[in-house]
């Protein structure tokens, strides 16, 4: 049976410096559909093949910003379905 390390011994999991769009949303403590409307536009991304990945320093410094109010993120308005996006003639 292997010897117990204590934890002042333990080493920490590396932050990574790229993280998918789920795991960013999760982080940041909102849904998929809120975290590419309202944080989305705010961050900095890398396409990586076909897949778009957070800067992880980016998202963090964004919210370390709205929790010091440094920066507010307006909610869009979204158009409701009484109003019609265009219209045909």
């Given at each position: 049976?292997?010897?117990?390390?204590?934890?002042?011994?333990?080493?920490a999991?590396?932050?990574?410096?790229?993280?998918?769009?789920?795991?960013?949303?999760?982080r940041?403590?909102?849904?998929?559909?809120?975290?590419?409307?309202?944080?989305?536009?705010?961050?900095?991304?890398?396409?990586?093949?076909?897949?778009?990945?957070?800067v992880?320093?980016?998202?963090?410094?964004?919210?370390?910003?709205?929790?010091?109010?440094?920066?507010?993120?307006?909610?869009?308005?979204?158009?409701?379905?009484?109003?019609p996006e265009?219209?045909?003639?």
């Amino acid at each position: 049976m292997p010897a117990k390390v204590p934890d002042e011994l333990k080493v920490a999991e590396p932050t990574p410096k790229l993280m998918a769009i789920n795991p960013s949303a999760r982080r940041a403590g909102t849904s998929r559909a809120t975290f590419y409307l309202e944080f989305l536009p705010h961050i900095e991304t890398v396409l990586v093949g076909r897949r778009r990945l957070v800067v992880v320093e980016s998202l963090d410094a964004l919210i370390d910003d709205l929790r010091a109010g440094r920066r507010v993120i307006a909610p869009r308005r979204r158009a409701s379905r009484s109003e019609p996006e265009h219209t045909v003639r």
